[in-house]
């Protein structure tokens, strides 16, 4: 969604120059206040008309794991008070990039059938950092369709190795 990138960047942009000496720390209550503003019920709440700012922050704050620095909590005050709660996620996620930019590092979502061990993990992580020419912060997401095989994703490339692409080839080839 455009518009909603487009309210995000100047938020995820200001954060990232004030927070510029702790990325990581920020980035660790960023991720936080976003997973919990996708909630629907806080969504729902945080739309009454009859809720004030000061209880959807409340709500906010005392629901957060991480420990909020002063920055974090005039933060959340500012993105609250501007009625801003829904493009939480993706001022995270425009913060992770900027993060990603200046470190020179790249998120890789790698989606697999199964569990892969930590031992098979750091050996795909090295061969996609070989493959895709940088370095890379590598996720693991369960997707039981894919049969068999990974499907990675970094940033809009896509390396699908999955016996289920292979099959749609297969179905793909044999229709044509």
């Known amino acids: ?12 942009e200001a954060l990232f120059q004030a927070a510029k000496a702790d990325l990581s720390g920020a980035a660790v209550w960023l991720d936080e206040l ?4 996708q909630n629907g019920q806080l969504q729902q709440f945080a739309s009454n ?20 620095s002063e920055q974090g909590k005039n933060f959340l005050r500012t993105v609250i008070d501007n009625g801003r709660l829904e493009a939480l996620p993706e001022i995270a996620a425009q913060f992770r ?7 020179g590092l790249s998120d890789a979502v790698v989606y697999s059938a199964f569990p892969i061990d930590a ?3 750091t050996d795909v992580a090295a061969s996609l950092e070989k493959r895709f020419g940088r370095k890379l912060n590598v996720s693991v997401a ?35």
Request: glycine share 4%; aromatic share 2%; proline share 2%.
């Open 119 to 121: 031992q098979a993990l």
């Open 1 to 12: 969604m455009a518009e909603l990138a487009t309210i995000a960047r100047p938020y995820a």
């Open 49 to 68: 008309p009859k809720t004030t700012n000061a209880q959807v922050y409340d709500l906010i704050a005392g629901v957060v794991k991480a420990a909020l």
């Open 34 to 37: 976003a997973a919990i503003a």
């Open 97 to 103: 990039a900027l993060k990603n930019a200046q470190s």
């Open 142 to 176: 369960l997707d039981a369709d894919l049969i068999g095989g990974i499907r990675v994703v970094v940033g809009d490339e896509v390396l699908d190795t999955s016996v289920k692409a292979r099959l749609e080839q297969m179905k793909a080839a044999l229709t044509a």
